[in-house]
């Protein structure tokens, strides 16, 4: 019971907002907490909340390592990202619009609860140029191959897994081609970047299949064009999503 209730705790994604236009992503969710704080209050707010939460996930991931059974089962997981959370750095002049993702990921568990996994993505991030109406974009795909390993009950009822893993290849690439006299400048990933996720599972009954969610987040290095007119730093990219994916226990 301790398990079930530390996996369903973990569910809350509160790990990786950082920074203010993620508190505003995550406002979305708590409008009706949130309306009872003035708005000048209510980044105060959800900071504070996430620090809490923090903390409780830290012992909960502990809950789960130290109180769960291992498992002694086999699993095939598939994933697929269903929200990016990365978005452009803000400034003047330009608005951000909803970034997004797409990919799939597997993953083969053995017994032992090790497992190893390959994960591709392309994220776009988009920007409006508010003078002129015209959007850019900055694109970038990865490529992961990763480790991980499993917490969870026995007959993995209910899990958790963690995963460390590097980007072997990939791209950037901004477009700023609808706006006259510029186009698109792209460049490799080079071999090295990281890669972290977390991932929470359910199976329904005895039946073998589980239903997962999941979080990952990129780090990779590019090269920076010589002649790039991109006023910043285009050698260094992140991203992140949340996932969603089913597993099938044997």
């Known amino acids: 019971m301790t398990c079930k209730i530390a996996c ?4 809350h994604q509160f790990l990786n907002i950082k920074n203010k236009t993620q508190v505003y992503q995550f406002r979305l969710v708590m409008d009706n907490r949130l309306m009872k704080y003035p708005q000048e209050k ?13 903390k409780i996930l830290v012992f909960l991931i ?19 990202p269903i929200l990016e959370l990365s978005v452009n750095k803000a400034s003047e002049g330009y608005t ?12 083969y568990i053995l017994k032992n609860q090790w497992g190893v996994g390959f994960y591709s993505n392309e994220t776009t ?14 694109i970038e795909k990865n ?14 009822n209910y899990y958790l897994s963690l995963g460390y893993g590097l980007v072997f290849s990939g791209s950037r690439t901004l477009d700023y ?11 490799n990933a080079k071999l090295g970047g990281t890669s972290m996720m977390y991932d929470i599972g359910y199976q329904f009954g005895k039946s073998g299949i589980a239903l997962n969610f999941g979080y990952r987040k990129q780090n990779a290095k590019y090269d920076q064009p010589s002649n790039s007119t991109s006023t910043s730093n285009f050698s ?9 994916g089913l597993s099938l226990i044997y």
């Open 125 to 138: 991030r988009t920007q409006n140029v508010d003078q002129i109406s015209k959007e850019i974009y900055d």
């Open 8 to 11: 369903l705790l973990l569910y």
């Open 177 to 187: 081609s609808q706006i006259g006299g510029l186009s698109v400048e792209e460049t």
């Open 62 to 80: 502990l809950v789960m390592l130290f109180g769960c059974s291992k498992g002694n089962k086999n699993q095939i997981q598939v994933h697929t």
């Open 96 to 107: 951000n619009k909803t970034s997004k993702s797409s990919g799939y990921g597997f993953r």
């Open 143 to 156: 490529n992961v191959v990763d480790v991980s390993y499993t917490f969870g009950s026995k007959n993995l």
């Open 42 to 54: 209510r980044i105060d707010f959800i900071e504070n909340y996430i620090r809490k939460m923090k």
């Open 236 to 244: 260094n990219g992140n991203n992140s999503q949340y996932l969603i």
